[in-house]
DNA sequence: AAATACAAATTTGTAATACAAATCTGATAT
DNA sequence: ATATCAGATTTGTATTACAAATTTGTATTT
């Protein structure tokens, strides 16, 4: 026998059936609305008590996966599909180096909508833009007030018009400000930096790009925005030698 | 009263009971590795029987916040991030509306890390990706064999050293697949006027940019690459007419 | 015959009890 | 001091019971 015993986790009666709930409603392709058998006949049915059934349940009640009113029975539905996400996007229940992971996955899902961003961007949504940068103005550093800073990155979101993007940004947008507070001394300095050398691009700047429907000058320019944070992540990950990224590396990097 | 009734969505104890676990974990500080009060002394905290504790616990189990083994107790764990998510997303349970935004979403992620990739690309990568490209040349209509254009694409990801876009680009790759499938009518004469154009951009076209170091070039390539896909979602919208987009949409797009 | 009211049955939500399995603790014996 | 064994603790599972809500069916009345 191993003489390590790490992690010896036991696959429960209750990970079984939450299982065979998932199959259930995918091999009989049921639909939106579908009626679910009742507790006693799934229970049942996978031989096992109604308690067990009833845990396994509640996981897909909380996915949002089935709902049940009572005397009416289960219903299959559509689940939000970022409603579990949800619950585990908190700095103080994930770690810093997945945090640092959700503001790299920020910034590549930012830089990737710009090109959307043009190609949708109305009159209005201009407007509305130019009334948030007139509103906050930059502070320090080119730290924005929190609010203003979230509602230009939001309404950037809002016009690609992909609820699936908007709502993934709404949850991590809290990572940033959360990993910008948490790790300011590494920030500060590379901002002091990126001033003098008259490196910054402001929220100003961005929107002179929307402004004149410059595809590659916003791309540009998004991506120099955001490079004070590009800066923390390579530091982040040098200075810490994730296993992760360490793993990557440890191919030759030559040229 | 109202006469509508709809979706009488009743809060249940377990509910209440999660909320003020993931309220207990936060609010406490606790760390990994912690341990969590036994579920007799947590159902008497809280006021509940056992069976309502431990169907909240089979939640928090599932997102795996929380680790039990029998004797020790129950610990906090750190979750994966993506752990609910993975559960949900299938083309099976989620609508046509989701599996739009996600490719969508995909996309946009793609253009955006273009940047990271030839930044921190090496030699291996680039021989590796030379390799997959080899092996698996264009069968039809920009339509590359399976294998080979998930190869691909998952070799671009893991380029950036995210491990969170990396298991994020895993778990959404398949609804890409899927939506190509069942819109496959959509896809065809789109691929035919670009052939005729001469406008596609094949995998071997992206990697002579990434060969280059060719920032700009890259993300242009790519976005052609993904020509197809955008004018699909673009036909999608303004057929479909969903809401979503619709909300958008409202408001006037002048010039 | 129709409409109203009332009773019964069904289904989920909650509680309580019981016991098995695993494993940590401590005591006992050599 | 070490080894062994018994007991205690904690989670996993099963069973029973009942409450609440709502649909369905029945009966009564006009």
Redesign the interface.
């Known amino acids: 026998m191993s003489d390590l015993k790490i ?4 696959v429960t009666l ?1 990970d079984h059936v ?1 299982s065979k709930l ?1 199959k259930f ?2 091999s009989r ?1 049921l639909r ?1 609305g579908d009626a679910i058998p009742n507790e006693n006949e799934l229970a049942e049915a996978l031989g096992v008590s109604r ?1 067990v059934l ?3 349940l ?2 897909l ?5 089935i ?1 049940s ?2 005397r009416r029975g289960m219903v299959l539905c ?2 939000n ?5 949800q ?4 700095p ?4 810093d ?2 945090l640092i ?2 503001l ?2 920020r ?10 961003i043009i190609d ?1 961007i ?4 201009i407007a509305e833009l130019d009334d948030i940068v007139k509103r906050g103005p930059a502070v320090d550093l080119n730290f924005y007030k929190a609010e203003s800073e979230y509602e230009f990155h939001s309404k950037l979101y ?8 908007i709502q ?1 940004q709404e949850l991590v947008y809290p990572v940033t400000q959360f990993v910008h507070n948490k790790f300011r001394d590494y920030f500060e300095p590379i901002n002091r930096k990126l001033i003098r050398n008259g490196q910054i691009v402001t929220h100003d700047d961005i929107l002179h790009f929307i402004k004149n ?1 410059d595809k ?1 000058g916003l ?1 540009t320019a998004m ?1 120099r925005h955001f490079e004070p944070y590009n800066r923390f992540l390579t530091v982040k ?1 040098t200075v810490t030698g994730d296993r ?2 360490a793993v ?2 440890k ?5």
């Open positions: 992690s010896e986790k036991t209750v939450e998932f409603i995918t392709k939106v308690s009833r845990e396994a509640s996981r009640r909380m996915l949002g996966v709902e009113r009572t559509e689940p599909m970022f409603g579990g996400f619950r585990v996007i908190n103080l229940i994930l770690g180096e997945s992971n959700l790299g996955f910034i590549a899902l930012e830089l990737g909508i710009c090109s959307a949708n109305t009159d209005d949504d809002e016009v690609t018009g992909n609820q699936s993007i993934f429907r590659e791309k991506e990950r992760s990224i990557s590396k191919k030759t990097k030559t040229r």
